[in-house]
């Protein structure tokens, strides 16, 4: 398992992340408990939550039950020492998250210490923005995205209460380090800047979708990446399961996504199809497995700190982690640029 540093920190993380969002809805506590310690003993020291999870559905009544469940299996297991812990603070939008308000200054105090609390823990390592207060292209909203409405001066506002609040965590010691996700290249840069004017932290990371089907990551994002140091934190690499080829031909396995969720988010639209049944074919011909194939691409890519993975059986995350140890040929990497430059744009 190879290993990067978040941002210009010192936190050496694994580059495949185990994904949580599923602990407490489609997974059961002791589920997710032979989830940490399968992936613990196989390399992987990076685990990513969020007050937000579990995510399949959404609700009122499973909210924060994923923070819980990790900080049960950090109280029995004794191995907090051996993970980099992540979490995130949700955004507006779901009224029993205080009150579906934005995130302000006092809001950041609050979700990090109920997470502490929840994590059994007296310090994440990195603390990110679930989404921010003035909207964004990603959620599938690219198609109605439109930044002309918003007002700078407020926006600008906006993240620099935030930095204040976080920086302050910082000097408390109860987190290490700070992200971002579903950000944009401007709102990434701005981040930067203040913390760079006002000696606040600096965004280490950015966690934002990126897969074989949705790659908007690699144009602005990349270069921001590269020259700012802030590591893509990748979720969806298989687009919510997509690209596995579980629902090609219209399937929908009992207990998936697609079975639960309808559409996935938007991702399973008729335009996936044929893009997704290409990258399957390829990966059976090179005798790869699909889910395999398309997070060992996200982990060829130069910006890419971690690949975050999910899976709700055991034989998936064996597949999943496994993808770190496959590296992918000249051969498949064309071919792979071919598919996208058919189909750049399917979800």
């Not at 600008?156 to 000097?171: N, P, Q, T």
């Not at 790869?288 to 709700?312: E, H, V």
Request: charged share 20%.
């Amino acid at each position: 398992m190879r290993h990067t540093k978040l941002g210009r920190t010192d936190i050496a993380v694994s580059q495949i992340c185990l994904g949580t969002m599923t602990w407490g809805s489609q997974n059961t506590q002791d589920e997710a408990f032979a989830q940490m310690d399968y992936a613990l003993d196989h390399g992987v020291n990076f685990f990513d939550t969020a007050e937000l999870y579990p995510t399949t559905p959404l609700s009122a009544e499973t909210y924060t039950l994923t923070e819980s469940i990790i900080g049960n299996w950090i109280a029995k297991s004794g191995k907090r020492d051996k993970i980099v812990l992540a979490t995130k603070i949700a955004g507006s939008g779901r009224p029993y998250i205080r009150e579906g308000q934005p995130i302000t200054a006092k809001a950041v105090h609050q979700a990090v210490d109920a997470s502490l609390a929840r994590l059994k823990t007296d310090y994440i390592d990195l603390f990110q923005i679930h989404w921010p207060n003035r909207g964004h292209y990603h959620f599938r909203q690219a198609w109605n995205y439109d930044p002309s409405r918003q007002d700078r001066s407020t926006a600008v506002s906006d993240m620099a209460e935030k930095l204040e609040a976080l920086g302050e965590c910082v000097k408390a010691g109860k987190i290490r380090a700070i992200g971002l996700s579903n950000e944009t290249t401007w709102g990434t840069q701005k981040f930067l800047s203040l913390a760079e004017e006002r000696g606040l932290p600096r965004v280490a990371t950015v966690q934002n979708e990126y897969n074989l089907l949705y790659r908007t990551h690699d144009l602005d994002m990349a270069e921001l990446s590269y020259h700012e140091d802030v590591g893509l934190l990748a979720y969806s690499p298989l687009a919510g399961g997509i690209l596995s080829g579980k629902y090609l031909d219209g399937l929908k396995p009992a207990g998936s996504r697609g079975s639960i969720n309808g559409d996935i988010g938007g991702r399973l639209a008729p335009q996936q199809q044929a893009p997704t049944q290409a990258y399957v074919d390829l990966a059976h011909a090179h005798g790869i497995d699909p889910s395999a194939l398309a997070i060992a691409f996200c982990l060829t890519r130069p910006f890419m700190a971690a690949a975050i993975i999910g899976a709700t059986t055991m034989e998936q995350l064996k597949v999943n982690i496994g993808a770190a140890n496959i590296v992918l040929s000249d051969e498949i990497l064309k071919e792979i640029a071919r598919i996208h430059r058919d189909y750049p744009m399917p979800i």
